[in-house]
């Protein structure tokens, strides 16, 4: 799945608006038997309020891109629906839980600091 590319007009996944040739505003991407991307585009990267389906697992919120050490990544913030059933509230970079978070489990819930999908209890 290519989520740090940039689309362009050309892109046969990519339906929505342009602006110079790269997908920009509201946008519907499609990723085959993995999912879809539906939401806002700006410069042909994924930014903005959007609803990610991958891999059964759903990301619904506002996602951004960050850069460092030279390195793109994308940073989502809201409500993930994970296909095991459990249900985290919170941020989220590159896939992965990523500060500060609420993680449900069935009886159960997590508050706190995450950092790379693990939970860092006391980190405060």
């Given at each position: 799945?290519?989520?740090?590319?940039?689309?362009?007009k050309?892109?046969?996944?990519?339906?929505?608006?342009?602006?110079?040739?790269?997908?920009?505003?509201?946008g519907?991407?499609?990723?085959g038997?993995?999912?879809?991307?539906?939401?806002?585009?700006?410069?042909?990267?994924?930014?903005?309020?959007?609803?990610?389906?991958?891999?059964?697992?759903?990301?619904?919120g506002?996602?951004?891109?960050?850069?460092?050490?030279?390195?793109?990544?994308y940073?989502?913030?809201?409500?993930?629906?994970?296909?095991?059933?459990?249900?985290?509230?919170?941020?989220?970079?590159?896939?992965?839980?990523?500060?500060?978070?609420?993680?449900?489990?069935?009886n159960?819930?997590?508050?706190?600091?995450?950092?790379?999908?693990?939970?860092?209890?006391?980190?405060?």
């Open positions: 799945m290519r989520v740090l590319n940039k689309y362009k050309t892109d046969p996944n990519y339906s929505g608006g342009f602006k110079d040739q790269l997908a920009h505003g509201f519907r991407l499609d990723f038997d993995y999912g879809y991307y539906e939401g806002y585009f700006i410069e042909g990267k994924i930014s903005g309020r959007g609803y990610l389906k991958v891999n059964n697992n759903i990301f619904n506002s996602f951004s891109y960050i850069q460092q050490n030279n390195e793109w990544f940073k989502f913030n809201g409500e993930v629906i994970y296909s095991s059933g459990e249900y985290y509230i919170g941020e989220v970079k590159n896939g992965k839980r990523d500060g500060l978070g609420k993680l449900f489990f069935k159960k819930m997590v508050e706190g600091y995450f950092f790379e999908n693990e939970y860092c209890p006391g980190f405060f």
